[in-house]
């Protein structure tokens, strides 16, 4: 304890204003929707952790060996290692939970959710990047070959995890890749204490056993957070999502069921992903389909249309029409980006054909617009000739909606071939001949 007490008495004048800064950042985030004073926190904790494993990494272990093998017999090599190796990453890794604490602490899911997401590894990279600075200070080179090794390695580590990250996540390669992590940081620091002749061993045997257990322990709080929890609990959202990310499919099942009873967007959203990431079928009903849409607004359900036009599911038609002219009272501030959910509606026409065009008579412009480009997926000639006649409409949004859905039903666009206006009679001509060779 006494080596930990020297070195904290360098580092105290650090430790205690952060006390003001975590203050200061803990108003700014509950009162202002403001991230500068974050990234000063963020940044200053990053540099006191360098600091940290700089003056640790200064002390000559082989100076207090002796002395505590003497004072706490064999146990005190351990004893030792903990001291000089694991409290300085020990140390700034209870600085980082306790910014993200800070950082989150208006989050709904407060603390729950930063400290899950910290277990799942969420600023684990202050940790690592740490370590890359003890190997190279190790090194004891120059600070002029010191400084730009460690640059080149952080770089060369930030971009080949971005790279494995963005080929096995999700997936069991994101478990690979924490568990690679896990032995790289345990060998290191294991390596470089070791006196053993057979150090090498020793390092791996150490970092195999002890990183499995470390990533055995995470997992299994997880899953038994997941196991234990309430249905549409928060922690069986957070722990479900976080166990598919690594690989645990099965918990897709659950997962599917607690989204119809939260009804978080940003949930269905997630598990959707995952669903067709894993190439999962899903075990909705129609009436369970319809539950999940209407507990959002239409613009964030793209993603569950994209699933149900690939499979070809059907709804209640009567369900979308109330749900769909509701929704765009209020308009969607990027109505232009309903293409799954617009195609999916359109698949309903030739069954409800009088209802469209009803629709289109008594609509709002964005409901005009729904309906217009909606036609596009249909192969029918009342609409084609309904379009034709809106390429003509004073309202230069519905004559542009018209085109574009008589362009992709015809795979055509006379006007870009024949260099006219798209309302021009040429253009027209063209549209009704198509239309005229169409079966009724």
């Given at each position: ?320 029409k109330t749900y769909t002219v509701s929704q765009l009272m ?44 909606s036609l596009a997926y249909t192969e029918d000639k009342d ?58």
């Open positions: 304890m006494q080596i930990i007490k020297e070195q904290l008495g360098r580092i105290n004048h650090f430790l205690i204003f952060l006390v003001p800064l975590f203050a200061v950042n803990a108003i700014f985030n509950l009162r202002y929707d403001w991230g500068g004073v974050s990234v000063i926190a963020r940044i200053y904790i990053m540099v006191l952790s360098f600091y940290i494993i700089f003056i640790f990494s200064q002390i000559n272990t082989d100076e207090y060996r002796t002395e505590y093998t003497a004072r706490y017999g064999w146990i005190g090599k351990y004893y030792l290692f903990a001291v000089l190796r694991i409290f300085p990453f020990l140390l700034m890794y209870l600085l980082t939970i306790v910014f993200t604490l800070i950082n989150y602490i208006n989050t709904p899911d407060w603390p729950l959710e930063p400290v899950y997401r910290l277990l799942d590894g969420r600023y684990s990279n202050t940790v690592i990047y740490a370590l890359i600075l003890f190997i190279v200070l190790k090194q004891k080179k120059r600070p002029g070959i010191s400084i730009p090794l460690f640059i080149i390695i952080s770089v060369l580590y930030f971009a080949a995890e971005k790279v494995l990250r963005s080929i096995f996540n999700p997936g069991p390669g994101v478990s690979i890749i924490k568990l690679v992590k896990y032995f790289i940081f345990i060998f290191v620091l294991v390596y470089d204490y070791s006196k053993s002749k057979r150090r090498i061993l020793e390092s791996v045997f150490s970092s195999l056993v002890g990183g499995s257990l470390l990533y055995a322990s995470i997992a299994s709080f997880f899953l038994l957070s997941f196991f234990m929890s309430a249905p549409g609990s928060s922690s069986l959202s957070i722990s479900g999502g976080i166990l598919l990310k690594s690989g645990f499919v099965f918990a897709l099942d659950k997962l599917e069921k607690n989204i119809l009873e939260t009804g978080n967007s940003e949930d269905i959203k997630d598990i959707f992903q995952f669903i067709e990431k894993y190439k999962k079928e899903t075990t909705y009903t129609p009436l369970e389909w319809e539950k999940l849409i209407l507990k959002n607004r239409i613009e964030n359900n793209e993603y569950i249309f994209r699933h149900i036009n690939r499979k070809n599911i059907k709804l209640n038609f009567e369900t979308l209020v308009p969607p501030p990027h109505a232009a980006a309903l293409d799954q959910y617009i195609r999916h509606f359109g698949s309903y026409y030739n069954e409800n054909k009088k209802v469209f065009f009803e629709l289109y008579e008594s609509g709002n412009q964005p409901l005009k617009i729904l309906i217009l480009k609409a084609v000739n309904f379009l034709i006649n809106k390429i003509t409409s004073v309202e230069r949004l519905q004559s542009e909606t018209s085109y574009n859905s008589l362009k992709k039903i015809t795979g055509q666009d006379p006007a870009a071939d024949l260099k006219k206006e798209k309302y021009d009679f040429d253009v027209i001509l063209f549209f009704r001949n198509y239309a005229v060779k169409m079966k009724k």
